[in-house]
């Protein structure tokens, strides 16, 4: 739904930004962040993940221009569309 999610970032685009891609991906996967917990999964695995996100990119509207996300993880329609 482009909506985001309640603990991280909303993914959708993450393989086709341009400053971000699969590498990227694969870095936060492995390594984690302060907030994220690191996934030490095989090659495959986060290859499977990746074209997962990469699909899910390609097959989605996001953002959605009548839809606003609050920080703390909910939304408001804006009556825009
Ligand atoms: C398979 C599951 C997951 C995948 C593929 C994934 C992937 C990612 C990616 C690619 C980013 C960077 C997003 C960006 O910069 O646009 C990110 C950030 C983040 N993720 Fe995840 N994540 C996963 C699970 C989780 C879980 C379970 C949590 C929380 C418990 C989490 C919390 C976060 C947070 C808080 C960030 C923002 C970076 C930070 O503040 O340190 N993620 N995640």
């Known amino acids: 739904m482009g909506l985001g ?3 991280g970032p ?3 685009n993450v393989i086709s930004s341009p400053d971000k891609g ?3 991906a ?3 996967l492995l ?4 907030r ?7 090659n495959t695995e986060i290859e499977a993940l990746i074209d997962y996100l990469e699909h899910i990119g390609k ?7 009548n839809v606003k996300t609050t920080w703390y993880g909910t939304f408001e329609t804006t009556g825009d569309e």
């Open 22 to 24: 699969e590498n990227y």
């Open 10 to 12: 909303d993914l959708t």
């Open 31 to 34: 390594s984690g962040t302060e």
């Open 59 to 65: 097959t989605v509207t996001y953002p959605l221009s």
């Open 26 to 28: 694969k870095a936060f």
């Open 36 to 42: 994220m917990p690191k996934f030490p999964m095989s």
């Open 5 to 7: 999610g309640y603990m």
